[in-house]
């Protein structure tokens, strides 16, 4: 829905609001009109319901009006004696509209200091939870969302099973575009495994301000651009489907090519305008070898002594591993006497891949040799023909087209590129684009694979691990916990600064209590 829809659609809720309210305003000692104004019509509505005035606020955020609308239909009834739980069933069960009968037929008098106190336990735990996931939502939508890691794909840099708190604010928090959803989960409601949304209406595409932009190897969460999974796991796809942009799967990759960049791979290596790109001391980027040993090795020995977390027998005759492995690690298991031989998978000239991006047999692409590609920055206008549609006609078909509400259609006729039927010869891009990859290189499925990231897919930046746990092991990495993820040189644990901070604020407010409770 456009804006304009979603400005009309206001439009006709006010209108209903008027109707159905407009005498119960007169009985609070209010006027009519003010039941017509919008926006200002709740605020003097919180004053007759005897609730602060920013809960005003709360009626126009996503996801969260879901909550508060009910609580608030509730809690007019209250305001007019109508306690009872037929009442409150009633103005639920209608969406509001039964309020309507008691505007119109019942003759109700305001209560102008009412109690705010619940009337029973079941009440008041009630309300707290209500409070609770209001406040939860609002942190997880526009501030901090926690995030797993699930796969190996940055592996040495972040592990599987490492959980991540995600800012929102660092690139913008990004309102949501799928207003009717179940708060705080992504596309499935976790245990009854069904959607957690409805697909329409949707919000148009709107951030707000970040105070800093995606950085060359920056670590990004974002929302997977092709996914048709009919849920986040893919083990339950049974099918496909089109998601919402907010409701695509959760991926998160480094950043290693910027809006405007010329990127190639060479032997595995990523370069940026020609030139190698720099990593950081904290990536540790690994590769996919062969490695032919005379006799089976012992596979925990190796993990622990060469510092390998992956390594599978693939072959037994001969005897061949596949290993994924850092520079140094793999150095250090060059010089076991027991390997003959090690194959890089990044030194394999393989050619044509179709799996790879932009599937197109005229270029001869794979993960290990790619490129160059440019890669596109908002407002920069690139030639289209034959040659270069198969790197955009995503871009202007999908991610500035359909789910802009654009019907875009690329077609070809011959050399000649068609949009909706017209000759293009040229495009110039609405949003920035970003090229995401793992740090595990041969075995990742990101950029290479699927394309460009364009920045409305971003979700957040990791900023935290607040928990690190070794399924291997079933232990927790204690040395992992309550460490950063940016950041130079080898990542250190604030966990005992955490905890010596929380034995003193526990402290405080026992010494407080005590010294409270000992005056009165």
């Not at 709360?58 to 007019?76: D, K, S």
């Amino acid at each position: 829905m456009s804006w304009t829809g979603w400005l009309l659609f206001i439009l006709i809720v006010q209108v209903i609001h008027f109707l159905g309210t407009w005498k119960l305003y007169i009985k609070a000692g209010r006027q009519a009109w003010e039941a017509a104004v919008p926006i200002y019509n709740a605020v003097v509505l919180m004053k007759i319901i005897n609730r602060p005035w920013w809960w005003t606020i709360l009626l126009f955020i996503p996801i969260v009006n879901l909550i508060m609308f009910p609580v608030v239909w509730v809690e007019t009834l209250r305001s007019f004696g109508r306690n009872s739980n037929a009442d409150t069933f009633l103005v639920l069960i209608t969406f509001g509209l039964y309020i309507f009968y008691i505007n119109y037929t019942q003759d109700v008098t305001h209560i102008k200091e009412r109690s705010l106190k619940p009337r029973t336990s079941a009440g008041e735990w009630t309300s707290s939870i209500l409070f609770a996931v209001v406040a939860a939502t609002i942190v997880h939508t526009y501030f901090m969302q926690p995030f797993t890691i699930p796969t190996s794909s940055l592996e040495k840099t972040l592990l599987v099973g490492d959980f991540l708190f995600v800012s929102k604010y660092h690139y913008g928090a990004r309102a949501p575009m799928t207003p009717v959803s179940f708060p705080m989960v992504h596309d499935t409601i976790p245990v009854a495994g069904v959607k957690s949304y409805v697909k329409d209406p949707q919000v148009p595409y709107f951030r707000f301000p970040g105070f800093q932009k995606i950085k060359r190897n920056d670590i990004v969460v974002f929302n997977w651009p092709v996914d048709t999974l009919i849920d986040i796991n893919p083990r339950s796809m049974r099918g496909s489907v089109q998601k919402p942009i907010d409701k695509k799967s959760n991926y998160v990759k480094r950043c290693v090519g910027l809006p405007g960049d010329s990127l190639s791979v060479k032997n595995g290596r990523v370069f940026i305008d020609g030139k190698p790109l720099e990593l950081n001391d904290r990536a540790k980027i690994q590769f996919g070898y062969q490695i032919v040993t005379k006799k089976g090795l012992n596979i925990p020995f190796v993990k622990e002594r060469y510092d390998i977390t992956d390594i599978r027998l693939v072959s037994r005759d001969p005897i061949v591993y596949e290993v994924h492995a850092t520079d140094e690690a793999l150095e250090k298991i060059k010089n076991n006497p027991d390997v003959i031989r090690v194959v890089a998978y990044k030194d394999m000239e393989v050619g044509y891949d179709q799996s790879v991006f932009p599937n197109d047999a005229q270029y001869d692409f794979n993960n290990n040799f790619f490129g160059p590609i440019y890669i596109p920055e908002a407002g920069k206008t690139v030639a289209i023909n034959s040659q270069s549609i198969p790197f955009y006609k995503r871009i202007i078909e999908t991610y500035e087209g359909s789910e802009m509400g654009i019907e875009n259609n690329i077609t070809q006729n011959g050399t000649q590129v068609l949009l909706n039927g017209q000759t293009l010869t040229e495009y110039t891009f609405k949003m920035d684009y970003y090229w995401l990859m793992g740090d595990n290189r041969n075995n990742s499925q990101d950029a290479r694979t699927w394309g460009f990231v364009p920045f409305n897919h971003v979700v957040g930046k990791p900023v935290f691990i607040w928990m690190s746990w070794d399924s291997n092991t079933g232990s927790v990495r204690w040395d992992r916990v309550f460490t950063t993820v940016g950041g130079s040189g080898k990542p250190v644990s604030y966990l005992m600064y955490f905890v010596i901070a929380l034995i003193a604020w526990f402290g405080f407010n026992f010494f407080r209590k005590r010294k409270k409770s000992a005056k009165s």
